[in-house]
C-alpha cells in the first residue's frame, strides 16, 4: 500500500498509512509549531497567557503549536516578537506561511490535479506551493534538531556523518567544527531555548548508515572507536534510553531514491503528521509533493530490506575495533 506524505496519522508506525487532508499544514507551519512550543517553555509561560497576550484562544494556541491550526504572520510576529527573536528572522519565518500570501490556502487534490496535471504518485513534479520550506534563518540547525528530538518517528539516513542524537560528545565537538564541517546539522553552540525540547520518550528512531562512514575519520581514531561503541550501545539498549534500530547499507548496492538527495534525508512524524526533513547546506522540509512520496517509499523499502539487523550490529562492531587498533 502506498504510504502519502503529509497527511492525517492514527498511531507510531512508521509503515501505518497516512490518510491525505486537505487541510495538511505546510512544513512551515509543522515546524514553527514546535519552536513556538520550546520558546514558550523557556520563557516559563502557560498557554493562558500567550494565548491573551497574541489575542487567540487557548485551543487556538495550542493546536498552532502542534501544527493543526493555520498560523497567521500577525500571531508568529506577536508570539515570536515577545520571545526576543530578532526582526529580520521573523519577517523570514512570517513570509512563509500559507497565510502570508492573501487569500492563499493550501491545494485540495482537485486543485492541485487542475494546477500541476494528473495527481498520481508517479508524477515527482507534482508539488504545491507550500509544499516545501527551505529554513535560511536563525537557529534554522537548531529548529531541525528540535523537530527530530520532538516527533514520534524519526527514519533517517546517512551519508556522511553520524546525525545529531546518535553522537558521542567528542564526535559531535568535532562534527561541528567550522574547519571540518561548513555546513552543521546542529549548532556548535544551542540557543537556550533547545534544552526545552527533550526527545520523546516514545520516540520509534531507526538511522540507516551508509557504510562509508564506518571508515570516513571525524576527531581521530580514539574518537570514533568511542563513536562506534556508542552506536552499539545504543542499539543494545544499555543507554536507558531503549534500543535504537540502526541499519548499516552498503553504498554499492542500487541507490534509493533518498540517496540521490545529496545530503541528508529523513521521514518524521510530528503530531501525527509525517514530513520528509533534509539538510544539505541548510536544513529543508517537504510534504505532500511527488517527491516527498517518492523519498517517503524508497527509505521504507530500505529498511524493509535491511530486516535483519544482526550484520548491521556485527559491521558496527568490527569499525569499532578497527578504529580501537589505529588508536
Request: proline fraction near 9%; include cysteine.
Amino acid at each position: 500500500m502506498t504510504t502519502p506524505v503529509g497527511g492525517r496519522r492514527t498511531g507510531t508506525d512508521p509503515t501505518h498509512p497516512a490518510t491525505p487532508s486537505p487541510a495538511t499544514p505546510a512544513p512551515a507551519e509543522i515546524v514553527l509549531g514546535v519552536y513556538l512550543r520550546a520558546l514558550r517553555h523557556a520563557r516559563e509561560r502557560t498557554l493562558s497567557e500567550m494565548a491573551r497576550y497574541a489575542a487567540v484562544s487557548v485551543s487556538a494556541l495550542s493546536r498552532i503549536e502542534r501544527g493543526e491550526n493555520p498560523l497567521s504572520p500577525r500571531t508568529l510576529h506577536v508570539l515570536l516578537q515577545y520571545y526576543g527573536v530578532g526582526a529580520r528572522a521573523i519577517q523570514y519565518l512570517a513570509q512563509h506561511l500559507p497565510l502570508a500570501a492573501r487569500g492563499s490556502q493550501h491545494y485540495t487534490p482537485q486543485e492541485r490535479q487542475r494546477a500541476y496535471g494528473e495527481d498520481a504518485p508517479s508524477n515527482l513534479a507534482r508539488r504545491g506551493r507550500w509544499d516545501k520550506w527551505v529554513d535560511v534563518a536563525d537557529d534554522a540547525t537548531a529548529r531541525y534538531a528540535a523537530v527530530t528530538r520532538a516527533a514520534n518517528v524519526v527514519v533517517q539516513y546517512a551519508a556522511a556523518r553520524i546525525p545529531p542524537g546518535y553522537r558521542t560528545t567528542a564526535y559531535r565537538a568535532a562534527i561541528t567544527s567550522p574547519g571540518l564541517c561548513p555546513d552543521p546539522d546542529e549548532p556548535a553552540e544551542p540557543p537556550a531555548w533547545l534544552a526545552h525540547v527533550p526527545r520523546n520518550l516514545e520516540q520509534r528512531r531507526t538511522l540507516l548508515l551508509d557504510d562509508t562512514v564506518l571508515y570516513r575519520p571525524v576527531g581521530g581514531p580514539a574518537t570514533m572507536a568511542e563513536q562506534f561503541d556508542h552506536l552499539l550501545h545504543l542499539m543494545e539498549g544499555t543507554t536507558g534510553a531503549g534500543p535504537v534500530d540502526i541499519r548499516v547499507l552498503p553504498h554499492d548496492g542500487p541507490p534509493g531514491a533518498f540517496q540521490l538527495t545529496g545530503g541528508e534525508v529523513g521521514m518524521v512524524t510530528v503530531y501525527d503528521e509525517r514530513m520528509i526533513i533534509g539538510t544539505h547546506i541548510t536544513p529543508w522540509y517537504e510534504t505532500r509533493s511527488g517527491y516527498a512520496r517518492a523519498l517517503t517509499e524508497s527509505l521504507l523499502q530500505a529498511v524493509a530490506e535491511t530486516a535483519d539487523r544482526q550484520p548491521s550490529h556485527d559491521l558496527i562492531s568490527q569499525a569499532a575495533d578497527r578504529w580501537r587498533r589505529a588508536a
